[in-house]
C-alpha cells in the first residue's frame, strides 16, 4: 500500500533563519506530489506542484521553493523565513490519472518567531 | 477563474441528527468531486468521492450527491456521532492535476 511521510511533525525557527521540510511517498511510482499551506482555521492554498522529477509550477509567488530531486521525494526550502511563513505545511501525492484522489501527509507545523 | 463555495461555514447538529454541507462549483469541466475530513492537528482525509457519470455515492452513513446540470454537490452525514466533529473540505478537478477546495466547514456535533 502507499504511504506518504513529512517531517518534522512541528517546527520553531527564528526569522531570517533557512527552512527545508522533507517528504517522500512509499509504495507508487511517479506520483504527482503537491505542497500545501493552510493557515490557522483557514483553507487549503496551494503552494507548489510537480508531475514529474525536476518538474516545479508554483501558483503563489513568496520566498518559498520546491525540489524533486527523486521521483517520490518533494523538499520545500527558504532561505530565510519571514513571520508570515508561520502555518501549517502539508504534502500530498495524486497517482497519475486524472481523477485520482489525493492523499495528505500528516503536516508540519511551523512557527516562524 | 475556477472557485468552489462552501456552505455553511460553521454547522452545528445534535448527536444523532443529520448534516448536510453543500458546494457550488464554477467550471463546467469539473468531473471529480471528493470530500475530506480534517481533524484537528492532522491532514485532510479523504471520505467519499463521486465522478460526473454517478448522481449519489453512499458509504455507510455518508453520501454524496452531484447535480451536473446546477453544478453543486452536497455531502449527508446521517446519525451524526461525535467522532464526526471535524472540518470538512468539498473539492472539484480542475486543469493540470489540481483541485479547487471549497474553504471548509466546521462541523460541531452537540452532544
Known amino acids: 500500500s502507499q504511504t506518504i511521510h513529512q517531517w518534522p511533525a512541528t517546527l520553531v525557527q527564528p526569522v531570517g533563519s533557512p527552512l527545508s521540510l522533507e517528504c517522500t511517498v512509499e509504495g507508487t511510482s511517479n506520483p504527482n506530489l503537491y505542497w500545501y499551506r493552510q493557515a490557522a482555521g483557514r483553507g487549503l492554498q496551494l503552494l507548489f506542484y510537480?508531475?514529474?522529477?525536476?518538474?516545479i509550477s508554483s501558483e503563489v509567488p513568496q520566498n518559498l521553493s520546491a525540489s524533486r530531486p527523486q521521483d517520490r521525494q518533494f523538499i520545500l526550502s527558504s532561505k530565510k523565513l519571514l513571520l508570515s511563513d508561520s502555518g501549517f505545511y502539508l504534502c500530498?501525492?495524486?497517482?497519475?490519472?486524472?481523477?485520482?484522489?489525493?492523499?495528505f501527509g500528516n503536516g508540519t507545523r511551523l512557527t516562524v518567531t | 477563474g475556477e472557485n468552489v463555495e462552501q456552505h455553511p461555514s460553521t454547522l452545528s447538529v445534535q448527536e444523532g441528527d443529520s448534516a448536510v454541507i453543500k458546494c457550488t462549483y464554477s467550471d463546467s469541466a469539473s468531473n471529480y468531486f471528493p470530500w475530506y475530513k480534517q481533524e484537528l492537528g492532522k491532514g485532510p482525509q479523504l471520505i467519499i468521492d463521486i465522478r460526473s457519470n454517478v448522481g449519489e455515492k453512499k458509504d455507510q452513513r455518508i453520501a454524496v450527491t452531484l447535480n451536473k446540470t446546477a453544478k453543486h454537490f452536497s455531502l449527508h452525514i446521517t446519525e451524526t456521532q461525535p467522532e464526526d466533529s471535524a472540518v470538512y473540505f468539498c473539492a472539484a478537478s480542475g486543469s493540470n492535476y489540481q483541485l479547487i477546495w471549497g474553504a471548509g466547514t466546521k462541523l460541531i456535533i452537540k452532544p
Open positions: 510537480s508531475v514529474g522529477i525536476g518538474q
Open positions: 500530498a501525492w495524486m497517482g497519475g490519472s486524472y481523477n485520482s484522489p489525493l492523499h
